[in-house]
């Protein structure tokens, strides 16, 4: 009989937080608590490559989700994602962890100048020996923005033209330093060869940046790009740019649609689909037998109370559920 190879990608959904994506998690029993320290997150680290992972992602959010009442007392009483740490240095100590395991921080286009994420993807990079992936978001939260200088998210659309910019200039200085471009010859005296490095000089609606590039091109060329883009001007996006694209269904057939609407954007996009993977998000309760992983799952459900869920309900969708 003919059996087909499939090769399936493994990726770790991450948090670099107090809980897991389920707010009441620190509650468990077998939860660890010390989430700043650097052990917590190698030890992580050193599980996914142990289990053969491709990638481990954290996710991000600038803002603590105290959009529920419009206070935040409740946010940390309850321990509802009140910690919430800076995903590339966390990054950056995994991959002294590990070896081969790739390394996936979520940075904002909306609150942070291109020239920055560029650097530190590109750092990260050349820091992991090219591991390094950064999943696009354009924050869509209230409560970030008010961090970081304005009063509320600039509307969705507008978040999606402004990031197909950044994306310009991010490639565009990743793009300035050609892959032979350092030779350090101590004979010659020659560092880098000038005809080799290149000014970006980008001046757009939204962004000007001039260069040249600080940090030498990188192991892989770019960072992996992921996205995540759901609504029709998101898969447009994610179609132009990502490499490895987040999807959330809630069951097989919808996947499937989703899976074939996105690839079908990637080609209209003028890129080859074969070259973009697709992952669906996927909550996993893993048990050596059924009932263990039943009677796992069941402990969780026990776990959260009403204001977790609704708290971050509020704050996903950017709506105070504490309102009549
Ligand atoms: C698996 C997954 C992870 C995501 N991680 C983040 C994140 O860390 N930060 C964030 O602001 N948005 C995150 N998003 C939101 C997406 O970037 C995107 O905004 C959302 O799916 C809605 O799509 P739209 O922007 O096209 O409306 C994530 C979405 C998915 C499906």
């Not at 937080?17 to 190698?42: K, M, S």
């Not at 286009?109 to 994420?117: K, S, W």
Request: net charge negative; charged share 20%.
């Amino acid at each position: 009989m003919k059996t087909t190879e499939r090769q399936i990608a493994l990726i770790g959904f991450l948090q670099a937080q107090n809980c897991t994506t389920i707010p009441a998690a620190w509650r468990h029993p077998e939860a660890r608590h010390d989430v700043t320290n650097v052990g917590f997150y190698q030890d992580i680290a050193k599980i996914l490559e142990r289990g053969l992972f491709d990638l481990g992602f954290f996710d991000d959010r600038l803002a603590m989700p105290d959009m529920y009442g419009g206070d935040h007392r409740h946010t940390v009483e309850h321990g509802i994602r009140c910690v919430k740490l800076d995903a590339v240095t966390v990054l950056t100590t995994m991959g002294m962890a590990t070896q081969k395991l790739g390394l996936g921080a979520t940075y904002s286009t909306t609150y942070f100048p291109p020239f920055h994420v560029a650097r530190v993807f590109s750092t990260l990079d050349h820091m992991t020996g090219g591991r390094a992936a950064w999943n696009v978001v354009t924050s869509v939260n209230d409560n970030e923005a008010r961090n970081m200088g304005l009063p509320q998210a600039p509307a969705h659309d507008v978040r999606y033209d402004r990031a197909d910019e950044f994306m310009e200039v991010v490639h565009g200085h990743w793009d300035t330093w050609e892959a032979d471009a350092v030779v350090a010859d101590r004979t010659t005296g020659v560092y880098a060869q000038g005809n080799k490095v290149h000014r970006l000089d980008h001046t757009g609606d939204h962004y000007s940046s001039r260069g040249p590039f600080t940090v030498p091109r990188t192991p892989q060329g770019h960072p992996v790009i992921i996205q995540a883009g759901q609504s029709g001007r998101g898969i447009e996006f994610a179609a132009r740019w990502g490499e490895l694209l987040f999807m959330s269904n809630p069951n097989l057939s919808r996947a499937s649609e989703n899976y074939a609407q996105v690839k079908a954007a990637v080609e209209a996009a003028g890129r080859d689909p074969s070259q973009v993977k697709i992952a669906n998000l996927t909550f996993p309760v893993v048990g050596r037998t059924m009932s263990e992983a039943e009677d796992r799952r069941a402990a969780y459900d026990l776990l959260p109370n009403l204001i977790d869920d609704l708290s971050l309900l509020s704050e996903g969708l950017n709506f105070d559920f504490s309102e009549k």
